[in-house]
């Protein structure tokens, strides 16, 4: 049984003004011209104004005025001639000040003579107590964090704090399109169980809050107090500069610093990723200079003065796009004390099945600069799927452990996809390693979090098999809509291909091969369900297994609308979204070109946390 009053927002402050359980009083719309509308709220109505969003339409842009002060601005897809959906904004601190006059530009369309006085959104604009965000959605994933409704797109911001660990994003708080980029932010104690909190860092003068990073200050370099959470963001107005904001309740609240931008770079530069290094005794960020394809380094004493050091990327691995969010760590390479350092580059678009993805160097670093003796042209990639982008760190992430999450989208597509209450999740929540392959290259391992585990819950688990031609075929759990976590123990060393195929009963399909021969593993969405809203959509995407044996565990996930498949050693992971029509139901297992082992298969129900 779903909570469903954990999905409604719990705005606290609305009892405060006593106005929740007022009557709304009716708005004053004033139509000016055929692109302008003041809007006139008292004091009486209540907190929420509800506006209607018809995502087709253009931005209006929306200024909130306060004694004819613009307190406020942001951009909404006003209704035009259908309602998609709503989205509340938060009048209450422009209330507690007086009457709020909202003055709206809407881009007409000029396609034909409609003036935005026509608009129906001016009659079903209303205040109200609370907004019901309760999920309306068959695609909302049941397991992965998602926002409560609007868009989301990069994680960011990311730090371990007294047993919680908390997640900022991206966020359009008013439509389920990329705009208005806020701070969201949501908090969990296990990496499966998230808690939804109001945003964190909102849209300033400065411009509206890109993707960004959050330390511990635990010496008190920054003065802002011991154990302060700092976090150093790009403010994206005319030009991207460095900002940063502190806060002193473990990040529910941040304040903004009064000398930002603390780096005003003359270019295209964002996603500041911070971290502390020891043997240098100070703060180290790596800066995407994006349009230049390399990673700049700055160091500083503090958190506030930054020195430029070094650059690193240029003419290295993909250079087909855009280079944004890094992220810089140091991870034990497996089965031994040595040490490399990670320099991780998300591109896009420039991916290996088009758009974005994670490429990652590995290499040394000496607290100024990064170099690697990987040949250049090599790129490494994170994730082989085509949904896993803007993947970072959590700071600060307890027992040495590099946990990571990633946006589980593609600029490609991410606007399109065919959801509407909200757009995008995350991935699951992974942990990095090293290994060192027969080719003398270092490479990322990715697990699931060892806590994903904790989502298991009834368990089926078949006889050992011998599979050819002849399929064998096992029934995914119905409950959730067959949400669930398949492990297979295999060993296809005598066989060509080893095939995997996800179906339901309208014949959709997504079907994962190990290729013995070229040492791949490959998944087909080309006919998982709904495919159309985009012709970059459908894709086989392929990984390098690095194993050569051909026999090991593959587990995978499946949500709503994603699958998850990755190798029990951590040797390739894949994430891939699908929407089909109906869940799948079946899982059909096959062998071409010989026969392949299954020691063991096991199918488990996962508990839904959404
Ligand atoms: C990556 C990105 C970042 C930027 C953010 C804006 O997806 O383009 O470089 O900070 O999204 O939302």
Redesign the pocket.
Known sequence: MKNISRHIRPFAAAIALGSASMASAALQVHQLGSDNTLVRITGDNERLLIIPVQESMPDAKIEVLVDGKVEDTFYVRLADSNIDYTVPFDLAPYLAKGEVLLNIVSEVDRTHSRSASEFICWDEMKTAGNFDSSNTEKYRPAFHHTPLYGWM??PNGMFYKDGRWHLYY?RNPYGSK?QN?TWGHSSTADLVNWEHHDDALRPDGLGSI??GSSVVDKNNTAGFGNDAVVAIY?S?GKSQIQSLAYSHDNGSTFTKFKGNPIIPNQREA??PNMFWHEPSQQWIMVL?D?LEQQMQIYTSPDLKDWTYQSSFGKGYGSQFGVW??PDLMEIEVEGTKQKKWVLVC?I?PGGPFGG?ATQYFVGDFDGKKFTTKTPSHVAKWMDYGKDH??TVSWSNAPEGRHTVIG?MSN?DYANEVPTMQFRSANTLPRDLGLFKDADGEYYLSVRPSAEVETLRGEESTFPAANVGAEAISYKLPAANDGICEIVIDYSAKNCKDLEFTLSNEKGEKVVMKFDVEKCEFSMDRTASGLTNFSRKFPAVTTAPTHNKKAQGTLRIFIDRCSVEAFDGNGRFAMTNLVFPENPYTDLIVSAQGGRAKLNNVTIYSLNATN
Do not use: G, V
Request: with cysteine.
């Open positions: 797109n990069d991206q990329w980029m890109f993707s790009t994206a964002r996603d995407a994006a944004e969010c998300n896009n974005s982008y803007a946006w600029w």
